[in-house]
Nanobody, 116 residues
Framework: QVQLVESGGGLVQPGGSLRLSCAAS????????MGWFRQAPGKEREFVGA????????RYADSVKGRFTISRDNAKTTAYLQMNSLKPEDTAVYSC?????????WGQGTQVTVSS
């Protein structure tokens, strides 16, 4: 059974850091590009970043570029999102996505709150 489970969210002060994890199972992880998305209350889901199958190329939204880093460990079937210099506007539910060909899977998300 396909499963994506996010973890690592929580409350952090502005300027702080968090690392999110997305543990995958039930499919051939190394075949899939992995992406991170976020959704704040009352707003549309937005793209945060993505990493290709082999981990050699990444892409980020302009709003997080230079602050966030996406990575993956295919042996552990886990994707990561390192978030630094966090801002209140980063507050959202963060979800991971796995995509390959016609297949696309989503996790349930983890809450990140940036507040003093």
């Amino acid at each position: 059974q396909v499963q994506l489970v996010e973890s690592g969210g929580g409350l952090v002060q502005p300027g702080g850091s968090l690392r999110l994890s997305c543990a995958a199972s039930g499919f051939t992880f190394s075949n899939y590009a992995m992406g991170w998305f976020r959704q704040a209350p009352g707003k549309e889901r937005e793209f945060v970043g993505a990493i290709i199958r082999g981990g050699g190329s990444t892409r980020y939204a302009d709003s997080v570029k230079g602050r966030f880093t996406i990575s993956r460990d295919n042996a552990k079937t886990t994707a990561y999102l390192q978030m630094n210099s966090l801002k209140p506007e980063d507050t959202a539910v963060y979800s991971c996505n796995a995509r390959f060909s016609r297949y696309s899977y989503w996790g349930q998300g983890t809450q990140v709150t940036v507040s003093s």
